[in-house]
């Protein structure tokens, strides 16, 4: 495999295996605090994130590179609340779309065009957590510093995820 996009794929392992670990930090925070709603949010975006890891560790030794498995720096413990949470979240998209798109970049600077393929799988992953981080944020941001908003919010997050689990299993999906 391209040596150079093969560094560049595990630097992306990397980038997801501590976007994991950052949405289990968050996860814990929320349940020590009481939203559960958020809690269960954050735990699933957690297994999600390892899951596009370990697709990228799979790719990686399909194609006769070497997936290196990553030391993660240790997320924050606690964060000043749920406003905040979701700003990090935003943000922390952000960047690795950013660091999706130099792959993509660097796909095409050396004409690799089965990884340019299989990494347009993350551009369109990018493009619907970053719209959903920007829906949750802007409705955080009406509720402002309403207790009783927050409360409703947290709740109508955790049923969100119950249906969308609900129909996902009724489509046979895991
Ligand atoms: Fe891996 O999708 Fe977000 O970061």
């Known amino acids: 495999m391209n040596t150079r996009v093969e560094?560049?794929?595990n630097e992306q392992i990397k980038k997801e295996a501590s976007s994991s670990q950052?949405?289990?930090?968050?996860?814990?925070?929320?349940?020590?605090?009481?939203?559960?709603?958020?809690?269960?949010?954050?735990y699933t975006h957690s297994d999600e994130e390892r899951f596009h890891m370990l697709k990228l560790i799979k790719f990686?030794?399909?194609r006769g590179g070497t997936a290196l498995i990553p030391a993660i720096e240790q997320p924050p413990v606690d964060f000043k609340n749920l406003k905040n949470v979701f700003e990090?979240?935003?943000?922390?998209?952000?960047s690795v779309t950013e660091s999706i798109n130099d792959l993509v970049d660097i796909c095409l600077q050396e004409k690799d065009y089965t990884t340019h393929n299989?990494?347009?799988?993350?551009?369109?992953e990018q493009?619907?957590?970053?719209a959903l981080a920007r829906t949750i944020l802007?409705?955080?941001?009406?509720?402002?510093?309403?207790n009783g908003g927050?409360?409703?919010?947290?709740?109508?997050l955790e049923a969100s995820i119950i249906q969308a689990n609900t129909s996902n299993q009724m489509n046979g999906g895991n």
Do not use: C, P
């Open 88 to 94: 990090l979240l935003l943000k922390h998209e952000i």
């Open 127 to 130: 493009l619907e957590e970053e």
């Open 138 to 146: 802007d409705k955080i941001k009406l509720i402002g510093n309403d």
């Open 60 to 62: 990686v030794n399909e």
């Open 150 to 156: 927050l409360y409703l919010f947290d709740r109508d």
């Open 7 to 9: 560094s560049a794929l």
């Open 118 to 124: 299989f990494v347009q799988w993350y551009v369109s």
């Open 22 to 42: 950052f949405y289990l930090a968050m996860a814990s925070w929320a349940e020590g605090n009481g939203l559960n709603g958020t809690a269960k949010f954050m």
